[in-house]
Antibody, heavy 121, light 108 residues
Framework: DVQLVESGGGLVQPGGSLRLSCTAS????????MHWVRQDPVKGLLWVSR????????RYADFVKGRFTVSRDNSKNTLYLQMNSVRVDDTAIYYC??????????????WGKGTTVTVSS | EIVLTQSPGTLSLSPGERATLSCRAS???????LAWFQQKPGQAPRLLIY???GRATGIPVRFSGSGSGTDFTLTISRLEPEDSAVYYC?????????FGGGTKVEIK
């Protein structure tokens, strides 16, 4: 069964740090680019970051640039999101998402259940 | 950044009726890079349509996608009670990837 399981969410104070993990199973992890997408009731679904298959290329949304770092350990089938200097508006459900590709069609085809991050004092 | 505007905000229809959801992009999106998702309460989004018109694995044939350029449509041909959800369009054409604000489909 193809599966993504996030962990590491929780309550963190403004200015603090948190590391999210996403463990993949049921597919060849090192063949897929991976993304983080977050969702909150006000702003909806927002793309956060992506990393290519070997970890050598990353991109970030402007609102997390310089604060968040995406990485992966292909030997452990695990994706990470290091969140530093968190702000109240980083409060959201964070989803780990796989990028699929068929004949040049790119799509976010597998989503984890999400992990909730709450930033509050 | 490509802005995706979805309409209507809410659609309230009866079982068996046809639902037509719109997604308009602020600039041209090559159809290869346009997808639709369904999200039910407490669940992650689920891929319905990729490449503007390709049905993802396991998606019923009553779901279809069409469109090109800046205007895309998701059609649910005959609504079932389980189709009650929020539907999002999403573009892969450029970074940042962006999502529409969603259309809520309510079944009467």
């Amino acid at each position: 069964d193809v599966q993504l399981v996030e962990s590491g969410g929780g309550l963190v104070q403004p200015g603090g740090s948190l590391r999210l993990s996403c463990t993949a199973s049921g597919f060849t992890f090192n063949s897929h680019w991976m993304h983080w997408v977050r969702q909150d009731p006000v702003k909806g679904l927002l793309w956060v970051s992506r990393i290519n298959d070997d970890g050598g290329s990353t991109r970030y949304a402007d609102f997390v640039k310089g604060r968040f770092t995406v990485s992966r350990d292909n030997s452990k089938n695990t994706l990470y999101l290091q969140m530093n200097s968190v702000r109240v508006d980083d409060t959201a459900i964070y989803y780990c998402v796989r990028r699929g590709n068929i004949a040049g069609h790119y799509y976010l085809d597998v989503w984890g259940k999400g992990t909730t991050v709450t930033v509050s004092s | 950044e490509i802005v995706l505007t979805q309409s209507p905000g809410t659609l309230s229809l009866s079982p068996g009726e046809r639902a037509t959801l719109s997604c308009r992009a602020s600039q041209t999106v090559y159809s290869t890079y346009l997808a639709w998702f369904q999200q039910k309460p407490g669940q992650a989004p689920r891929l319905l349509i990729y490449g503007a018109s390709g049905r993802a694995t396991g998606i019923p044939v009553r779901f279809s996608g069409s469109g090109s350029g800046t205007d895309f449509t998701l059609t649910i041909s005959r609504l079932e009670p389980e189709d009650s959800a929020v539907y999002y369009c999403q573009q892969f054409a450029s970074t940042p990837l962006t999502f529409g604000g969603g259309t809520k489909v309510e079944i009467k």
